[in-house]
């Protein structure tokens, strides 16, 4: 099996035994990104929806390092610590798709990487 390691420093550093992202054959892989500003390395979550750009601006990075958009993007993951956050979540992450929607799942959880409120990851194709 081969696997190119994908690292950017306009995406945050990871924060643990992980990379950004893992390209298998025309498959990208995108770990879990946060609100993480990579130019400061802290975390830019003054609202909901800062979090929110700042989480899609991360994962952008990725995508434009491995070659990508995200019109490449299949599938997404996000976990939310508020269920009651959702539709503020959703109408910034819709903004970042031209109505080229990627199969998605959306799940509350207790707590999250840094406590942050919003954590997304990715599977884009070439």
Do not use: W
């Amino acid at each position: 099996m081969t696997k190119t390691i994908i690292n950017t420093s306009m995406a945050p550093a990871p924060i643990g035994p992980y990379n950004q992202a893992v390209l298998h054959g025309n498959t990208l892989y995108i770990s879990g990104q946060v609100c993480i500003d990579p130019a400061t390395g802290q975390l830019k979550n003054k609202d909901i929806q800062e979090e929110a750009h700042q989480v899609m601006h991360n994962l952008r990075a990725i995508l434009t390092e491995a070659g990508m958009t995200f019109e490449n993007v299949v599938k997404t993951t996000i976990f939310i610590t508020d269920m009651n956050r959702f539709s503020d979540i959703n109408e910034v992450y819709g903004k970042y798709f031209e109505a080229n929607f990627p199969a998605r799942e959306t799940v509350q959880v207790s707590a999250l990487p840094k406590f942050v409120n919003i954590e997304i990851s990715m599977i884009a194709i070439k």
